[in-house]
């Protein structure tokens, strides 16, 4: 067969792919790229003054030193930041010497706030040099005073493995209770960022016991992370994070309960409930439990969500809303930075930093309203529903109303309506201002009445067709 005809289509066609496949290399190498570089300002900023959270032993601002003011962002510094780099102000004690050690305190711009962020960074590579001293021109060099270039974003520590990282994020952002075990240098009882200088310290050996395993300085890992609580926390990371919150339907008076339901898959860690409006807010079932305005979840399977009940109960007329924040552990928002240089052979250190400013909180909300109660002295109150077991017992078959709750009925749980957490004192929603009994009464009364009326216009003739 003759395929000359054929072959300027077949050129046409190969030449229109080729472009095409030109086109998306220049469309997803730079956006490959930029995953991994820093925000760069819009336009030069001048000089500026940043600090991380916290408080430090030293003032880094009357830090001795050729450089000064260590909170000072200038000269080379300025230079790093406004190309985009992160910048080291000042280790975790509040200097910048040949003996500056980790945590350091960094400040990098923003795109998300528009603006300079500060954060403390956390050296996972217990070995490598930190790299982190500032010389009189601003520029970073080693404990030597040889010059390492600015520190570079890099897409992670390559020796950690998943499991590593997530654990490393999860210590950053929500820090850990601390045992100093053997470590009698260490005055602190809490591993934080934003605490005190011995705190960051105590976070930064937890770090390290985790990326540079099986180190383990005067028995802090053993104490602090053995492998049964690193399981723990692997447990309350999840990969697809579930917050939402489901409100009751209708209103209801002053007095009664409104049941919201919350749906979650965020165990184990701090969630922030804000409540505006006036009610009393209770966990009235499910897994949890609510201090202040600090709501817990227990759970052990980040794959799957566990429902938890909120009951308010309205105690004046009004909008009565919720609002659930957490911040779940985002491995995607861990900055990784390194040196640009290596001293002596060896690369500068790995540092891992988390900034709030920048973190993806999940936050749900919903809302209610309470009318005033009726003036009815017959009408009785909302009481909670009995069965055998009493109130949230067996007998209650928890079927939720028209409050909208979950209603599965396990009443020992307290899951459905009536299953009120034991000593909680709070009464459950039954959706009507009538008792069941008195309900089906009153229906049976109305459809004898109508069934009487009907007879009697049937003999005399006037009803309608």
């Not at 493995?161 to 045992?179: C, M, N, P, R, V």
């Not at 790995?350 to 209610?368: C, I, K, N, P, Q």
């Not at 049976?444 to 006037?462: F, H, I, P």
Request: hydrophobic share 35%; proline share 7%; aromatic share 4%.
């Amino acid at each position: 067969m003759n395929h000359a005809p054929l072959a300027p289509a077949l050129r046409t066609i190969r030449a229109a792919a080729y472009a095409v496949t030109v086109l998306l290399g220049l469309l997803l190498v730079p956006a490959t790229a930029r995953t991994a570089l820093a925000d760069t300002p819009p336009a030069p900023v001048a000089a500026f003054n940043a600090r991380c959270a916290g408080t430090t032993i030293d003032d880094p601002a009357a830090a001795p030193g050729p450089y000064g003011d260590l909170t000072r962002v200038k000269g080379k510094r300025l230079e790093d930041y406004n190309a985009g780099h992160a910048v080291i102000l000042y280790d975790y004690y509040g200097e910048s010497d040949a003996e500056s050690a980790p945590p350091v305190c960094a400040v990098h711009h923003d795109a998300r706030t528009g603006g300079p962020v500060a954060e403390w960074m956390y050296c996972t590579d217990l070995k490598l040099h930190v790299c982190g001293t500032t010389a009189e021109d601003g520029a970073l060099v080693d404990k030597d005073g040889s010059p390492v270039g600015p520190l570079l974003p890099q897409p992670g520590n390559e020796k950690l493995s998943a499991d590593q990282e997530k654990l490393i994020t999860y210590l950053i952002q929500h820090g850990h209770s601390f045992d100093r075990a053997q470590d009698t240098t260490l005055d602190a009882t809490q591993a934080r960022s934003d605490g005190t200088t011995w705190e960051r310290r105590a976070l930064q050996l937890l770090v390290w016991c985790v990326s540079d395993a099986p180190y383990d300085d005067k028995g802090v890992c053993a104490a602090n992370l053995p492998q049964s609580e690193q399981d723990d926390i692997l447990a309350r990371i999840p990969s697809d994070p579930t917050l939402t919150l489901a409100s009751p339907s209708g209103t209801r008076e002053v007095g009664q309960v409104a049941r919201f339901t919350l749906t979650t898959n965020l165990y184990g860690q701090d969630l922030t409930v804000r409540r505006t409006g006036a009610g009393r807010l209770a966990v009235c079932g499910g897994p949890a439990t609510l201090d202040g305005d600090t709501l817990v979840v227990r759970g052990d399977d980040p794959t799957r969500t566990s429902t938890v009940q909120l009951c308010v109960t309205g105690t004046a007329p009004g909008a009565v809303t919720l609002e659930v924040t957490g911040t779940p552990a985002a491995t995607e928002k861990v900055r990784w930075n390194q040196s640009a240089h290596s001293v002596a052979g060896e690369q500068c250190q790995h540092y891992a930093s988390f900034s709030e400013e920048t973190s993806l909180d999940v936050t749900t909300d919903g809302r209610t309203r309470f009318i005033a109660a009726q003036d009815d002295p017959t009408e009785p109150t909302d009481q909670p529903t009995t069965g055998p077991g009493g109130p949230g017992g067996a007998g209650d078959t928890g079927t939720g109303g028209t409050d909208g709750g979950a209603g599965t009925g396990a009443g020992g749980s307290g899951s459905g309506v009536g299953g009120a957490s034991a000593g909680d004192g709070t009464l459950p929603d039954t959706g009507s201002p009538m008792s069941g009994g008195l309900l089906g009464l009153a229906g049976g009364l109305l459809v004898l009445g109508a069934l009487m009326t009907l007879r009697s216009r049937q003999r005399t003739g006037r009803h309608r067709a």
